[in-house]
C-alpha cells in the first residue's frame, strides 16, 4: 500500500483529505505544520507528500525547499495544495503537482494518480461529485 504524508494546519482539511486518500485505498501519515512534515518525511517509507502552500504557522514552500534540498527527501513527490491567490510559478518549479482550493475529491485523486504513476481505478462515483471546500 503507497503512503502519503498529508502536511495541512487546518485539522478539519487535514482530516478530510485522508478521508479522501484512505477512501481510495492509500495509506496516509499526517502532519501539522511543515516542520513537523519534514520529519516524517525524512524517517518515514513516503511514497509522496500533499502539502499545503501557506498556512498562519507553517510555509509550505520552505518545506518544499527543504524536502527538495535533502538527499533522502529530494525523490519524493510533492503535490502543493494552493488558494486561488498562491498558484504561483515558484510552486510550480519546486512541486510535481498542483491542486487549486477549493477542489472536488477526484481532483486530488487525480492528480495523486498522476504523480504517482498509479494505474488504480479512479474513485467511487459520490467521491466524483462531492465537493471540497477550503475552510
Not at 516524517?40 to 502552500?53: F, G, H, K, Q, T
Not at 513527490?77 to 504561483?88: K, T, Y
Request: charged share 15%; aromatic share 4%; glycine share 10%.
Amino acid at each position: 500500500m503507497q503512503t502519503i504524508l498529508v502536511v495541512e494546519e487546518d485539522a478539519v482539511i487535514r482530516g478530510l483529505i485522508r478521508a479522501i486518500l484512505e477512501t481510495a485505498g492509500y495509506q496516509v501519515n499526517e502532519a501539522g505544520d511543515g516542520e513537523a512534515g519534514f520529519q516524517i518525511a525524512r524517517r518515514s517509507e513516503v511514497d509522496a507528500i500533499v502539502l499545503d502552500c501557506m498556512g498562519f504557522h507553517t510555509n509550505g514552500m520552505a518545506m518544499l525547499r527543504k524536502v527538495r534540498g535533502t538527499a533522502n527527501t529530494a525523490h519524493i513527490p510533492v503535490i502543493a495544495l494552493c488558494g486561488l491567490g498562491q498558484s504561483g510559478a515558484e510552486v510550480g518549479l519546486w512541486a510535481n503537482g498542483l491542486v487549486v482550493k477549493p477542489f472536488r475529491p477526484a481532483q486530488l485523486l487525480i492528480k495523486v494518480q498522476m504523480v504517482m504513476g498509479s494505474r488504480s481505478e479512479v474513485v467511487a462515483s459520490n467521491l466524483m461529485t462531492q465537493p471540497f471546500a477550503s475552510a
